[in-house]
């Protein structure tokens, strides 16, 4: 379940749902027995607090989970800091 940010270098609690960024993503599962040859996934939930959702977004990758990764290119060059 969530407690925090799931930006590991972020220690901010999770809260309130209206705060910060919530993220649904489909993480692979590993599959327990030699007969099942499908990839397994399920869908599970990371959240981001208010700070890290301005200027950051979640990926994920295997064998590590979800990290936090700059949001470089997700908005236009509209503006300045905000
Ligand atoms: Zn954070």
């Known amino acids: 379940m969530l407690s925090k940010c799931a930006n590991a270098s972020c220690s901010n609690p999770f809260l309130y749902l209206h705060d910060g960024k919530l993220f649904r993503m489909d993480v692979p599962v590993e ?20 700070d890290c959702a301005a ?14 990764v700059p949001a470089n290119r ?9």
């Open 55 to 68: 200027s950051m977004t979640l990926s994920y990758k295997v064998g590590v989970g979800a990290v936090a």
């Open 74 to 82: 997700a908005r236009g060059a509209a503006g300045t800091a905000g």
């Open 31 to 50: 599959h327990s027995s030699p007969a099942e040859k499908k990839a397994a996934r399920r869908i599970e939930f990371f959240w981001l607090c208010n």
